[in-house]
């Protein structure tokens, strides 16, 4: 199934879009190459809330690239695999923007659609591997 190897790539290019929002701000506040962290503080807030953005779309990303390299190796076949993969995609997608544009109700929704999918895909694998 090519749609997990390309879900997982997608994901992890979604990794960096925040990422250019917290280049934007920082540009904005004037970059600070000797000490780029230090500078979290004098981001406006979108600016911070990119950069916790990034920072959480790293931890999804390992989580559902485990679950995605699960199915693809047990063999799951399923339309339900699809759709959990395109699913996960689509809700990082508009958990980032959520995040910036400070919507909560709907990053977290996004958070939930996305942490769901991958626990579907971990259940299919595991139930794939029982047969």
Do not use: C
């Amino acid at each position: 199934m090519i749609i997990l190897l390309y879900s997982i790539a997608a994901a992890a290019v979604l990794i960096y879009l925040p990422f250019l929002v917290v280049g934007y701000a920082r540009a904005r506040v004037g970059y600070d190459v000797s000490a780029p962290r230090a500078m979290f503080d004098k981001l406006p807030p979108y600016g911070q809330r990119a950069t916790w953005a990034h920072q959480n779309s790293f931890e999804a990303f390992m989580v559902f690239s485990a679950a995605a390299l699960m199915a693809y190796v047990t063999g799951v076949t399923s339309v339900t695999a699809v759709w959990a993969a395109i699913a996960f995609v689509v809700a990082r997608l508009l958990y980032s923007i959520f995040y910036i544009v400070n919507i909560p109700l709907l990053r977290s929704l996004m958070f939930a659609i996305a942490s769901a999918s991958s626990a579907t895909l971990y259940i299919l694998s595991i139930m794939q591997a029982s047969r």
